[in-house]
């Protein structure tokens, strides 16, 4: 079994400022990670996502996520928010094709970037 | 995303009738998911496809069927809406090897 935890419902910044929105997850099997994005009215869209390898992935828009095995972690950053950033943010963890590749989600993490 | 559409975009219907909400795909990926999005919840799967009539539930199951006759299209049944079937219905469809998941636009379903 599988599960996601999102420590923060909310994330309130300045447009400029650096953020992190933090994200557990646990697993009984190898993991496979990614971090989704969701503008308001909109589906969601695949920020970055870490299956092997390096454990610093880099996605778009400038974001960032660091896997850690130890910690079971897998935190998004971005240096420099802009106001477009704000949205709503989902980790989700998977099992890979021996769960035919379901995703498992956090249940969210609301940034708004403030001026 | 142009290669994946969900039917209809809303909905309102009445407790107790039934409901198909229609996924459709042009890019002949094999899996196919729907999920529900509900505040406080982010999303949860309720079934998922893996082929063509090879289907399975997810972890939200109980008042919903599903059915996949051909690649391109996966239907999901609400058998007799209930108000807590009030929701926000993604599908999402992946090739399998990690590509990540193309979502659809969502349909916003409201049982009164």
């Known amino acids: 079994a599988q599960s996601v935890t999102q420590l923060d419902s909310q994330v309130p910044v300045f447009e400029e400022a650096p953020v992190e929105l933090r994200c557990n997850y646990s697993?009984?099997?190898?993991?496979?990670l990614f971090w989704y994005v969701q503008y308001p009215n909109q589906g969601l869209q695949l920020l970055l996502k870490?299956?092997?390898?390096?454990?610093l992935v880099k996605g778009i828009n400038g974001f960032e996520a660091e896997f850690n095995k130890s910690q079971t972690s897998f935190h998004l950053r971005k240096p420099s928010v802009h106001i477009s950033d704000t949205a709503e943010y989902f980790c989700?963890?998977?099992?890979?094709?021996?769960?035919?590749?379901?995703?498992?989600f956090g249940k969210g993490t609301l940034l708004t970037v403030n001026p | 995303d142009a290669g994946i559409t969900q039917s209809p975009r809303h909905k309102v219907t009445e407790t107790g009738t039934p409901v198909t909400l229609r996924c459709h795909q042009t890019?002949?990926?094999?899996?196919m998911y729907w999920y529900r999005q509900d505040p406080g919840h982010g999303l949860r799967l309720i079934h998922y496809s893996y082929g063509v009539k090879d289907t399975d539930k997810g972890e939200v199951s109980d008042g919903y069927s599903v059915s996949r006759s051909k690649t391109e299209d996966f239907l999901l049944t609400l058998e007799s809406a209930t108000s807590s079937q009030t929701s926000v219905y993604f599908c999402?469809?992946?090739?399998?090897?990690?590509?990540?998941?193309?979502f659809g636009s969502g349909t916003r379903l409201t049982v009164v």
């Open positions: 989700a963890v998977s099992g890979g094709g021996g769960s035919n590749y379901k995703l498992t």
């Open positions: 697993s009984s099997v190898s993991v496979y």
């Open positions: 999402a469809i992946t090739t399998g090897a990690f590509g990540g998941y193309t």
């Open positions: 890019e002949n990926h094999r899996y």
């Open positions: 870490y299956l092997s390898g390096s454990t």
